[in-house]
């Protein structure tokens, strides 16, 4: 076939073909704040639901939170969170961060659920962010108040990446105590 031919050819074809459908997915600043704020309400709602509702409503809670917020759908999660130790330091699986959060999991018998502690309000600072195309990365301090007023601030670094329907989705989360020096 002649060079025109398959020109004439490929235009007929893209006349044809069902329009494209774009997604953006590129990360906004605006987007990653907003879930972090959301992150840091559902810590303070499971908290509460913990509060009027006991264990099983905080739980449903926090399957609802980990399934929205977080990537475990897509695979391992790099969930490193701030009150765990060896040998179950990190949480790449779902059923470890819902441990994590709400405790009550024998297979995870050092959780007491952290969501769980009384948290009456979160709010997150971030030191930095580092937007990469559909990727976005902060750093920076989770301050969390708890019932008696105390405030825990926390280290904290969080990977997040869009889905395919535009959703922020966390995919790594680190979270340590501030170093208190020697």
Known sequence: MSALALGLLSAAQAQTAAPAVVVQRAVTEAEVVAAQQAWCQALVDISTAHA?????????????????AYGYQYGAVLFKPTLTVNPQTFRTTRAGALAYFVGGDAAFPKDTGFALKGWTQCRAVNAGVLIAGQTATTMGKVHITGKDGKVTTVDKTWQFMKDDAGRLRIVLHHSSLEFAGS
Do not use: M, N, P, R
């Open 52 to 68: 009027q509702g006991g264990q099983a409503a905080a739980k449903a809670l926090a399957e609802k939170v980990i399934d929205s």
